[in-house]
């Protein structure tokens, strides 16, 4: 059994903002282990060898990856760590980004923009989509701003330009 990748992520972005609410608000910790569990959970998603969340639970042959989906993920990945301060979400968060969605880009501006998703089988997956295009963009800012240089092969000042490349190609197409 197994369900969506999209809702859980969202419901994973939610708890880091309730934990970080109550840690740094009220200073106790309150959803600190229903984060934990669900980025436990999040694993049966995880595909390690393309560093990315599968639409649906992996399974061999699954190539059902949306780069709008791994981009949100970082973002909730990286509010995970922000609540926590648990590297482990800002380390998944960077191999994300470095693995899958930097490689989603299409630099040529013609079209230019993040493709949407992976599975050749669905139609319109190889599109160059805004949502895409706008969620790693903000992803890469929210790496940029919270993952320390250096680290990874990290380059702060790279996921910024990269991230105005992106806003850029929005703009422009």
């Known amino acids: 059994l197994g369900y969506v990748f999209w809702p859980s992520i969202v419901a994973l972005h939610a708890l880091a903002a309730g934990e970080w609410h109550w ?11 229903q984060i934990e569990a669900v980025f436990a959970g999040l694993e049966r998603y995880f595909d390690p060898p393309r560093h990315a969340y599968n639409a649906w639970v992996t399974f061999p042959g699954n190539d059902d990856k949306y780069y709008d989906d791994n981009a949100l993920a970082i973002v909730a990945l990286v509010d995970c760590y922000v609540a926590t301060l648990d590297m482990v979400y800002l380390d998944r968060a960077w191999e994300i980004m470095s693995g899958f969605v930097y490689g989603g880009w299409d630099p ?13 089988s669905k139609p ?3 599109h160059k989509t805004v949502s ?15 993952h320390p240089t250096g680290r990874n092969g990290f380059d702060r000042a790279f996921n910024i330009e990269w991230g105005y490349s992106a806003l850029d190609w929005i703009w422009t197409k």
Request: a neutral charge; charged letters at 25%.
């Open 108 to 120: 040529s501006g013609d079209p230019g923009g993040v493709r949407w998703g992976t599975d050749p």
């Open 132 to 146: 895409a295009t706008a969620f790693a963009a903000l992803a890469a800012f929210r790496l940029a701003e919270h």
């Open 124 to 126: 319109g997956t190889s």
């Open 23 to 33: 840690r740094f608000v009220r200073d106790v910790s309150m959803d600190r282990a």
